[in-house]
């Protein structure tokens, strides 16, 4: 699997965070990157840095972003722009380092979830890809 840098991706995180009103993300904390040749069925994850190793490095929490090419970069800019806020749901509102499940105690269904990544979505005027 190769991973490259993927800037254009921070940029478009770094304008859902602001316009989605979601301060508990720090966006300069968030990596992206698009891989090539991974198995993985997902459009996309988002990898954490356990409370572990952010002692172990000297370094606060960080989370890479990371957009699987040969099935990301094929859907429909408003696709990617729902699975990029998807990814960051999976961050938690302290931003500590952890990952936040698709099903949690209160919400024990997906469809939940999707719900949500819509709702917000929609409250978009502008989208990310049209910056």
Not at 71 to 85: A, N
Request: aromatic share 10%; glycine share 4%.
């Amino acid at each position: 699997m190769d991973l490259t840098f993927a800037p254009d991706l921070n940029r478009r995180v770094s304008f859902l965070v602001a316009k989605l009103d979601l301060k508990y993300i720090r966006a300069g904390n968030i990596v992206c990157f698009r891989s090539q040749g991974a198995t993985s069925r997902a459009r996309a994850r988002i990898w954490s840095l356990p409370k572990i190793w952010q002692m172990a490095l000297g370094v606060e929490a960080h989370y890479c972003l990371e957009v699987l090419a040969q099935y990301f970069d094929h859907m429909s800019p408003d696709d990617q722009e729902r699975t990029l806020i998807h990814e960051l749901m999976h961050i938690p509102k302290n931003f500590s380092g952890a990952l936040v499940p698709h099903r949690t105690h209160a919400h024990r269904t997906f469809r939940h979830y999707h719900d949500t990544v819509e709702t917000l979505f929609r409250s978009l005027e502008t989208k990310s890809y049209q910056i």
